[in-house]
Nanobody, 117 residues
Framework: QVQLAESGGGLVQPGGSLRLSCAAS????????MSWYRQAPGKERELVAT????????NYADSVKGRFTISRDNAKKMVYLQMNSLKSDDTAVYYC??????????WGQGTQVTVSS
């Protein structure tokens, strides 16, 4: 059974930091491109960051470049999203995604991140 389990969300003040984690099970983790998406209230889900299978390449949405860092540990089957200098616009449910193009597309349940004073 495939499972992606996010953790690390919560309430943080503007300018603060959070680190999201996603634990994968039931998949050959190193074969999957991993991504973080987010969905704010009333908005469509958007891609935040992607990391390739080996971790050699990462890509970010313009809105988070320079503030967020995606990383992975294939031995632990984990993917992380370090979020710094958080803004109120970063408030959303954050989802972990694992994909092999055209074949598999798995999602976690999401973790809430709220940036507010």
């Amino acid at each position: 059974q495939v499972q992606l389990a996010e953790s690390g969300g919560g309430l943080v003040q503007p300018g603060g930091s959070l680190r999201l984690s996603c634990a994968a099970s039931g998949i050959i983790f190193s074969s999957f491109r991993m991504s973080w998406y987010r969905q704010a209230p009333g908005k469509e889900r958007e891609l935040v960051a992607t990391i390739t299978r080996t971790g050699a390449t990462t890509n970010y949405a313009d809105s988070v470049k320079g503030r967020f860092t995606i990383s992975r540990d294939n031995a632990k089957k984990m993917v992380y999203l370090q979020m710094n200098s958080l803004k109120s616009d970063d408030t959303a449910v954050y989802y972990c995604n694992g994909a092999i193009s055209g074949i598999y597309d798995f999602w976690g349940q999401g973790t809430q991140v709220t940036v507010s004073s």
